[in-house]
């Protein structure tokens, strides 16, 4: 079993950044960042296994995550911030590779974090 604890939410402007963590308690072949705003259904934000990331289409070009192995931690950083962006994010993490379709079902990941609010104005 994998606890994952993310930190790092808050409150931001439009056009501004957070940083997102989370840290694991153990390694696991994938982890991944997904976001709920209410009323909405939980979505993909982005994903990484070894060096390979993905992304959803809306925070490309904006988010980037990354992995420090050594440290079991996930990282996201968040650039020029949104309103829509707006959500409960949470840190999954998943035993078995993803591809590039895979990786965005959150059924298929075994473990998940609290959750994090991040809030844009």
């Known amino acids: 079993h994998v606890q994952l604890v993310e930190s790092g939410g808050g409150s931001a402007q439009a056009g501004g950044s957070l940083r997102l963590s989370c840290a694991a308690s153990?390694?696991?072949?994938?982890m991944g960042w997904f976001r709920q705003a209410p009323g909405k259904e939980r979505e993909g934000v982005a994903a990484?296994?070894?060096?390979?990331?993905y992304y959803a289409d809306s925070v490309k070009g904006r988010f980037t995550i990354s992995r420090d192995s050594a440290k079991n931690t996930l990282y996201l950083q968040m650039n020029s911030l949104k309103p829509e962006d707006t959500a409960m994010y949470f840190c999954?993490?998943?035993?078995?590779?993803?591809?590039?379709?895979?990786?965005?079902?959150?059924?298929?990941?075994?473990?998940w974090g609290q959750g994090t609010q991040v809030t844009v104005s």
């Open positions: 990484v296994r070894t060096v390979v990331a």
């Open positions: 153990g390694t696991t072949a994938c």
């Open positions: 999954a993490a998943k035993p078995a590779l993803v591809n590039g379709v895979t990786w965005a079902l959150s059924h298929l990941y075994s473990y």
